[in-house]
């Protein structure tokens, strides 16, 4: 017998409710469930996390959606990478591109062919082999892969866009499928006295809105996830200490840089993340070492042009929800957890969320299995992405203030622990369970952070030194060619997505 649909109540919008809602009314195409998403006008959204990573196209092509049009609608840029300023030590700065580094020869890692050389005297940096790097630094972005010849891997690229001109396009998306929004503010959640499963909510005015499955999206405060069914939370600031953030959005500047920028500062870090029709800018920082008037006072006076708003606070503690998915609840975005967006994975953790939950669909017969499991993986990636953070914190020759100077001698999870020594001894990259940063990406970050392998693959040593070198030395004269006829940032945009002015 076919199992009557279930009802899917969203509590919240912003980018995690409605990212929800879309990639839900895709994958149920209205016949195995209904979906309603619930939410106040009264109650703001967060709306910080403007950067992305690779795997949003996932999402977009799953969801059928014309990037120009996005594009054009979330007033968005492009992204190749992030850069890092100030990190490693004042004045240093690095480049974590997005896609491969060089490629494999014979099996062995490129980095590893490139560390054969730094022992023979050359000096070229490993971003000088990653076209996207290549082509951030001089400020070019393509799309079409046919520009690009046989052998050079296209650009990998993400984008900077506005969450709320964001939140609206997949609203806007999710809505044409049959998503209902039903607008006020949740006073009460009621739970069935059985077994405390969530039953309905109640808004302002008496109105319930009853359902079979909820989807947490309420923001830090986790009205259902935590306030309702005490899921519990694991906090690690003791990891990562950093527990405010201001952001305020600046007037646009050119040229509009295709990456994002973040510069270490005294007690956190600044990100500048460049959009069409302004730049968003935030300090991340920790309390215990600077008050929020100081923090201001260092946002405010690093900005790249005209403040268009005053700073807003935010307050959070990083870590996560001991249990994502609890009874017939599922929380995302700021309701699971908080990994502060330095890597820019706040909307990814959001993606991959929903996915997760459509793929282990919940069904009327409570699985215990599938809630086992979907809590099992969300706590791998959680804890995967927060190494690759603390790694940029912990590895620093900073001590100029009390924030790096803690940082320098934290403990760290025994899990970052093995990958740094790892790399250390033999350039190795310790990878499992499929998790979100590729080899690259850990390459670049050790590298740009100062870890420095003490050797390198032996195999490297196979092909002829000459042969090495003069390959490598290909590699990078040929990314310079191709970078240097691409059209810059600014000439793609406007050629081919340039948005209406707001």
């Not at 079979?212 to 309702?228: A, H, K, P, V, Y």
């Not at 006072?297 to 249990?323: C, I, S, W």
């Not at 994975?345 to 215990?368: A, E, K, Y």
């Not at 804890?383 to 914190?393: A, K, M, N, P, T």
Request: net charge neutral.
């Amino acid at each position: 017998m076919t199992e009557q649909p279930l009802k899917f109540v969203i509590v919240g919008g912003g980018t995690a409710g409605w990212m929800a809602a879309a990639a839900l009314a895709h994958a149920l195409k209205g016949r195995v469930g209904e979906i309603e998403l619930v939410e106040s006008d009264e109650i703001g959204t967060v709306g910080v996390g403007e950067a992305t990573i690779p795997p949003i196209q996932f999402l977009n092509s799953l969801l059928g959606i014309d990037e120009i049009d996005f594009v054009k609608k979330t007033q968005a840029t492009f992204k190749l990478g992030i850069e890092f300023r100030d990190w490693r030590r004042l004045g240093h700065s690095y480049i974590h591109p997005f896609g491969p580094i060089g490629m494999a020869i014979e099996g062995v890692g490129f980095h590893h062919y490139w560390g054969r050389l730094r022992r023979h005297g050359d000096t070229s940096d490993i971003c000088d082999y990653a076209m996207s790097a290549v082509a951030a630094r001089k400020g070019k972005f393509v799309i079409a892969p046919s520009e690009l010849p046989p052998g050079v891997p296209p650009l990998a690229y993400a984008y900077h866009f506005d969450a709320g001109l964001y939140a609206r396009f997949l609203r806007d998306y999710a809505e044409k499928r049959g998503v209902r929004r039903t607008e006020g503010k949740i006073v009460e959640v009621k739970q069935r006295q059985s077994d405390g499963f969530i039953e309905a909510v109640e808004l302002e005015g008496g109105k319930r809105i009853e359902g079979d499955f909820f989807i947490d999206c309420s923001g830090f405060r986790g009205l259902l996830i935590e306030q309702t069914l005490k899921s519990g939370y694991e906090d690690w600031t003791h990891w990562l200490p950093c527990d405010r953030a201001l952001a305020v959005p600046c007037e646009s500047v050119a040229p509009l840089t295709p990456y994002t920028r973040s510069t270490a500062r005294t007690a956190g870090w600044q990100w500048r993340i460049p959009l069409q029709h302004r730049t968003g800018n935030g300090y991340v920082y920790s309390s215990p070492f600077i008050s929020d008037d100081e923090a201001a006072a260092t946002l405010m006076a690093n900005l790249d042009g005209a403040p268009r708003a005053e700073p807003r606070l935010l307050r959070f503690v990083t870590g996560r929800r001991k249990q994502a998915w609890n009874k017939n609840v599922v929380a995302l975005g700021l309701a699971s957890g908080f990994m502060e967006p330095l890597e820019s994975t706040s909307i990814h953790l959001i993606q991959t969320g929903v996915m997760r939950l459509i793929s282990l669909l919940p069904t009327r017969n409570h699985d215990p299995a599938a809630v086992e499991e979907y809590n099992r993986l969300s706590k791998l990636e959680y804890e995967q992405i927060r190494d690759f953070i603390v790694l940029h914190y912990r590895a620093t020759e900073r001590d100029d203030s009390e924030l790096w100077r803690y940082c320098r001698r934290m403990a760290l999870p025994d899990s970052l622990t093995h990958k740094i020594e790892l790399f250390r001894e033999r350039g190795k990259v310790a990878r499992f369970d499929d998790q979100l940063f590729a080899e690259p990406s850990w390459v670049s970050v050790f590298l740009g952070q100062g870890v420095e392998p003490r050797d390198y693959d032996r195999l490297a040593d196979v092909p002829p030194l000459a042969d090495v070198q003069r390959a490598l030395a290909n590699v990078r004269d040929k990314m310079n060619h191709i970078a240097d006829r691409l059209l810059t940032h600014d000439e793609f945009i406007a050629r081919h997505c340039k948005a209406d002015p707001i």
